[in-house]
Nanobody, 125 residues
């Protein structure tokens, strides 16, 4: 049974930083592409970042490029999202997700097979 458990969310002032973590279990971690998505109040879930199985390829939404960094540690079955220069518009529930296809780094929610429960990030102005 695959499980993804996020942590690291919280309340931070604009300009601050947070690091989210997501621990993956139930399948070989290096066999999945990992992604981060977010869903703000009254909004649809949107793509934030993705990383391939080895960590050698990443992709970011334009809104976070240059501020957020996705990384993974396959020895720890964990994917991270380092978020710097946070803005109030980054406020959302952040979800990690896993895609069984290692041949793509998708941006659509439909590309991912497994999801975590989400962690709240609130950025105050």
């Amino acid at each position: 049974q695959v499980q993804l458990v996020e942590s690291g969310g919280g309340l931070v002032q604009a300009g601050g930083s947070l690091r989210l973590s997501c621990v993956f279990s139930g399948r070989t971690f290096s066999s999945v592409t990992m992604g981060w998505f977010r869903q703000g109040p009254g909004k649809e879930r949107e793509f934030v970042a993705t990383i391939n199985w080895s960590g050698g390829r990443t992709d970011y939404a334009d809104s976070v490029k240059g501020r957020f960094t996705i990384s993974r540690d396959n020895a720890k079955n964990t994917v991270y999202l380092q978020m710097n220069s946070l803005k109030p518009e980054d406020t959302a529930v952040y979800y990690c997700a896993a895609d069984r296809s290692i041949w793509r780094e998708g941006r659509s929610v439909n590309d991912y097979d497994y999801w975590g429960q989400g962690t709240q990030v609130t950025v105050s102005s």
